[in-house]
């Protein structure tokens, strides 16, 4: 039958994908014969006249194809093909002698070959000599390219560059600059050999290799390497028909199949013995002993081009570069020639596992694997976290835009250093409440020690600064800290939805402060609007069942009425509790809650009750004269005590929390209804005499500014309020609050037009939504306003270790205190300006800022940065609806 094939073949050999001259032995996988074995990886016993790979070696030259596209890549570890599929297969026998032969394959699109209704052949092919043609899936069809110019002096840092290592010093092969690491950790190279502009490095013989560390140091999505060789042998390398390996790009868990969503992927530069340099893209484990091998025997894409042409001992100018994302492209060039292809990536592949070694020089192996180092002078090697399409022949240059890169530089040294501290302080996931200086020991309120803080806002400030050098950069570091806090938040969440304000941790576990959960001072906020960006960027669902778990525990407490109560809620208590409250934003803060987890989710309960608490503001507003809110009303909507110093009285810091949730709901549904009690409010404070304005509290019948203590409300000019009560009051509380008419004067006006949204550059209407989002200049324009100069100056004073008042805080309970909180927040000043930065140099596409607001708690808007978030079912409403 074999012969037959072969013969009824001969004659077609120069359609489809044989070449001219080409003979082929093929059959057809019969699906009753095919078992499924693991994952995504079957099984069938094949019989045919080629050899198999077996534990000895590598042996096989058969092909394999589904529907007529071959399919590969071919040799791979059966539990790869088992954990990631898409078209890997081996053909094996667990015999020396090859016999009982399997075949371990997938399909391209992991479906289950013996029902998916297509056609799987295997083919041995063999050129008009006799010789195997091996594999050729993954061959690449490139095109020539050419650099407009070779670098003719050393090489230097800009905002792409990961690492920078000019091989200088003479004892020693560290390099000039690095993100993460920039000490040479390898062995068996010479720190003194000569350069190409001063000095240099070699690495000769067998062994050897320049190493740096590769987790940050270069991005495994996109970038470009560029280096000098020099041949040091005696007969010129470039021709001498042996291989010698240049430069290898080696990942993390390099020897492990598919996790985290996540494979190997090697990018391997050699002279081949044909005397080409090839560079190669490897998708699948290699373990460590066996990398060159597997390397060099590896059918993946690749692309090649003459070395043995090459002057024998001038310095030449190697580049290579690789973008993995959407279909993927690779690039070769030598002294500014060479050529670059499509890889047709698969969509929906794994992601490349992060960085672990750059190997510069040479490689390693097992004696007889015929391992061989550069045996070259090697200088100036910079990697970069861009591709090189933009230095070639052809290439629109980008507009510098007035952009000051000095500064650029300088700004994100200082915001990853920032963010590197923030990773170093981080502890089971969290972040203390304060930290001393310069120790950096955990203190703040309560002092918990050891443990995480939720009572501030700068624990997920610091989770949701990390994401955002995450998404700015890439480094796998950052993302790993932010899930960390995810994960923690997640893990320290109580069973009714809520967090505590603190956890200790000891002994192997959180322990809560309290069983009671406060809604106050966005205690549950800033977890909430962390995890909802988490959700939406990773689509991890834990983070979006942590978030529903929590909205349904503030829907369960909302009043009937609307309103949210400010006391702590007993663990395990069902229903409202306490009173309704605006003190401490409490109502307000709950609805916008509910309105971003609506955002992450999508379901409508969330966002019904929005309004609900709108509508209770309304209701609860007094009557003449003042028309304002109190700090707490009964059930039934009258002013009542808070605690024996927060009388039931106007209070000015409830019509700010009742202004920001009217305007809150007016900006979702356009209904005048929203806005109409801040006019009347504004009335009775136009009335109020100068000299009166500025306190805290004002008597809703008498209309006088008053202050209270043990349940006794007086007057402020009472003998009584100034010799006893103000005095107390100040020393831990205030009496004083912003008058509040100019900022409801300012939010009616915004509101003139119709509803507003809160833009990146401020409030704006948003009818003016759809104008469209940021451009290149604006962000050009925003840059060189240099809005971040302050955030700049302290993070550089405290990068010196002499922070400023600022950074630098302290008391006498406290001591000297590093203060998180205003460090975050300088870091994202930076990291907003950076972005800024980028998009004006066209590195960040304008579509990656939020059209809203950023940074601190409006992280949340980078869930989906394009999206109009007040774009909601309840804008459609008719107005008074």
């Known amino acids: 039958m074999a012969k037959w094939i072969l013969i009824a073949l001969i004659g077609s050999l120069s359609a489809g994908w044989a070449a001219e001259g080409e003979k082929r032995v093929e059959g057809v996988l019969d699906p009753k014969a095919i078992r499924h074995e693991q994952g995504f990886c079957y099984t069938v016993d094949l019989d045919v006249p080629g050899k198999p790979d077996t534990a000895a070696g590598r042996a096989s030259y058969l092909r394999l194809f589904e529907d007529e596209e071959e399919l590969g890549p071919p040799h791979v570890l059966h539990q790869v093909i088992r954990d990631t599929g898409r078209g890997a297969f081996s053909h094996w026998s667990g015999s020396p002698d090859g016999k009982g032969a399997m075949l371990f394959f997938s399909t391209s699109d992991n479906s289950d070959p013996r029902t998916n209704g297509r056609t799987y052949k295997w083919a041995l092919v063999t050129d008009r000599n ?100 020099q041949s040091r042998a005696e007969k010129p390398i470039w021709n001498d028909g042996i291989e010698h390996w240049l430069l290898i790009l080696y990942p993390e868990r390099a020897g492990a199949g598919s996790r985290y969503g996540m494979t190997p992927h090697f990018l391997a530069l050699r002279k081949t013995a044909e005397n080409t340099l090839e560079l190669k893209l490897v998708t699948q484990s290699m373990a460590p002993y066996a990398a060159a091998v597997g390397l060099r025997q590896a059918t993946s894409p690749a692309l090649s081009v003459p070395a043995d042409k090459l002057a024998p001992n001038d310095w030449h100018h190697i ?78 240059p980008v507009p510098n835009r007035g952009i000051d890169e000095a500064r650029l530089l300088s700004e994100i040294d200082l915001s990853r250093a920032m963010l590197d501290k923030l990773m170093e302080l981080q502890y089971r996931g969290g972040w203390a409440p304060g930290y001393q200086w310069p120790t950096y020991t955990p203190t703040g309120w309560s002092r918990i020690g050891r443990g995480v803080d939720f009572w501030f806002a700068h624990g997920a400030g610091a989770a949701g600064a990390l994401l955002r050098g995450w998404m700015l950069w890439g480094d796998d570091r950052y993302l790993d800290a932010a899930i960390e806090a995810a994960d923690m938040i997640c893990k320290t969440q109580m069973e009714n939805g809520a967090w505590a304000y603190h956890y200790s941790y000891s002994r192997g576990e959180f322990v809560p402060w309290s069983t009671h959960a406060y809604i106050a001072q966005a205690m549950q906020s800033n977890q909430i609007r962390f995890l909802c960006l988490m959700y939406r960027k990773l689509g991890t669902e834990r983070y979006g069942q942590a978030i529903r778990k929590a909205g349904d525990w503030m829907v369960s407490i909302q009043f009937p009425n609307g309103a949210w109560g400010w006391e702590a809620y007993p663990l395990g208590h069902k229903g409202p509790y306490g009173h309704p409250a605006l003190n401490d934003a409490i109502t307000p803060q709950a609805m916008w809650d509910l309105f971003v987890i609506w ?140 008058w509040q008419a100019d900022h409801i004067r300012q939010q009616l006006k915004l509101r003139e037009n119709g509803p507003i949204y809160q833009d990146r550059q401020g409030p704006r209407p948003r009818a003016e939504f759809a104008k469209g989002g940021p451009t290149a200049n604006e962000e050009a324009e925003r840059f060189r306003r240099d809005l971040a100069k302050v955030a700049r100056e302290q993070l550089a004073a405290w990068a010196e270790g002499k922070p400023k008042s600022g950074i630098l805080g302290g008391s006498h309970e406290y001591g000297r205190t590093f203060e998180i909180g205003n460090a975050v927040s300088y870091c994202e000043t930076l990291l907003s300006n950076i972005e800024s930065a980028l998009v004006a140099l066209g590195d960040l596409p304008p579509e990656r800022l939020p059209r809203y607001a950023r940074g601190g708690i409006w992280n949340w808007t980078y869930m989906e940065p394009e999206r109009d978030y007040f774009a909601t079912p309840l804008a459609a409403q008719k107005p008074g609806g």
């Open 130 to 229: 006799g010789k195997p043609v091996p594999s050729q899936f993954g061959l690449l069809k490139s095109t020539p390219c050419r650099l407009r110019a070779v670098p003719t002096q050393a090489l230097t840092r800009d905002r792409n560059t990961t690492l920078l290592a000019h091989f200088d010093a003479a004892d020693n092969n560290d390099a000039t600059y690095a993100r993460v690491h920039r000490a040479e950790v390898g062995l068996g190279s010479k720190a003194d050999a000569p350069g190409h502009f001063d000095g240099g490095v070699s690495v000769e013989g067998t062994t050897g290799a320049v190493q740096f560390p590769g987790l940050d140091n270069y991005n495994p999505l996109v970038g470009t390497v560029e280096f000098w060789a």
């Open 319 to 396: 580049a290579f570069s690789w973008d993995l994302r959407g279909s993927g492209r690779l690039w070769l060039l030598v002294d500014g020639t060479g050529v670059t292809a499509d890889l047709k990536l698969k969509p929906d592949r794994p992601a490349p596992n992060p960085g672990g070694t750059i190997v510069l020089g040479g490689f390693w192996g097992l004696p007889g694997d015929d391992v061989r180092t550069s045996d070259c002078n090697l200088d100036e090697l910079r990697v970069q976290d861009c591709t090189i399409a933009s230095r070639l022949v052809g290439a629109r």
């Open 599 to 738: 955002c992450a989710t999508g379901e409508r309960k969330y966002l019904d009750c929005v309004l609900k608490g709108a509508e209770w503001i309304r209701a609860v507003q007094a009557g003449a004269p003042t028309f304002g809110w109190a700090d707490q009303y009964d059930e039934q909507g009258n002013f009542i005590w808070m605690r024996d110093f927060e009388p039931p009285a106007v209070s000015m810091q409830a019509i700010h929390a009742a202004t920001w949730g009217l305007c809150l709901a007016y900006d979702l549904t356009g209904d005048d209804k929203y806005l109409e009690p801040l006019r009347k409010v504004l009335q009775w404070m136009d009335t109020v005499p100068e000299e009166q304005r500025g306190w805290l509290w004002y008597d809703p019948e008498k209309n006088v500014p008053v202050v209270a203590y043990y349940n006794e409300m007086l007057p402020v000019t009472d003998p009584k309020a100034i010799k006893e009560i103000i005095p107390r009051l100040d020393a831990h509380y205030g009496t004083k609050f912003p």
